[in-house]
């Protein structure tokens, strides 16, 4: 499985961005879709999860806010991030799940929100 994760960039307090993860290879397996960030200095968190049966699941400071999605027809897993918050600045990871834990990667996109 590949994952190729784009959208990230800077935007002002208060502002949107979409980021989207594109999955290649074999894809048919994957049961969970996650973003992960990390912001400098601090622990890599678990922003938000998506399972094959559409369930999702936020950590509770982006609970409102962001909005995690999946096209399972286009292998491709979003999150819509709305009202963002300079302490939303990290590197944001897409991660999928064949098993019970994350298994592949994708190259970090850098989000930047300015005050």
């Known amino acids: 499985v590949q994952l190729q994760a784009s959208g990230g960039g800077l935007v002002q307090t208060g502002g949107s961005l979409r980021l989207s993860c594109a999955a290649s290879g074999s894809t048919f397996h994957i049961n969970t879709f996650g973003w992960y960030r990390q912001a400098p200095g601090k622990q890599r968190e678990l922003v938000a999860t998506?399972?094959?049966?559409?369930?999702?699941n936020y950590t509770d400071s982006v609970k409102g806010r962001f909005t995690i999605s999946r096209l399972i027809a286009k292998n491709m897993m979003a999150l819509q991030m709305n009202a963002l918050k300079p302490e939303d600045t990290a590197v944001y990871y897409c991660a999928a799940m064949l098993g019970s834990e994350f298994d592949y990667w994708g190259q970090g996109t850098q989000v930047t929100v300015s005050s």
């Open positions: 998506i399972t094959d049966g559409a369930m999702t």
